[in-house]
C-alpha cells in the first residue's frame, strides 16, 4: 500500500502535499491529545472501510500509548455507528492489524 500512495505522490505531488499538510494539522495536539486523535481516526477508517488507513493509525495509535482495549473500544464506537458491516470489517481487519502488532 506504501507503494501505491508513493506512486500517486509521483503522479500528484500538489494533492499529496496537501493532504499531508491536513493530516499533520489534524493530528498536532491540541484541546485532544494525540492518542485520542488517533483512536478517532482508527474508528473513522473501520467504518469507512479503509485498511490502507488502519495500517497506518492503528500502530500510530500503539506508538502513542493506546492499548489493545482502547483500539477495541474505538473500533466498538465504528460499529456502533456502522453497524453489521463494520462489525464484519473491524473483527477481521483490526484484529489482525492487532495481532501482528502482538498487542
Do not use: F
Request: charged content about 25%; hydrophobic content about 50%; some cysteine.
Amino acid at each position: 500500500m506504501q507503494e501505491r500512495m508513493a506512486a500517486l505522490e509521483k503522479e500528484m505531488p500538489e494533492v499529496t502535499k496537501a493532504l499531508k499538510l491536513l493530516h499533520d494539522e489534524v493530528t498536532k495536539e491540541g484541546a485532544l491529545d494525540t492518542k485520542t486523535k488517533e483512536l478517532i481516526l482508527v474508528a473513522v477508517a473501520v467504518a469507512l472501510k479503509c485498511e490502507y488507513c488502519l495500517w497506518n493509525h492503528v500502530p500510530m495509535a500503539v506508538k502513542l500509548g493506546a492499548s489493545r482495549q482502547e483500539i477495541l473500544e474505538a473500533t466498538g464506537a465504528a460499529i456502533l455507528m456502522a453497524g453489521g458491516p463494520g462489525a464484519a470489517y473491524g473483527s477481521v481487519v483490526v484484529l489482525k492489524i492487532l495481532d501482528e502488532l502482538k498487542i
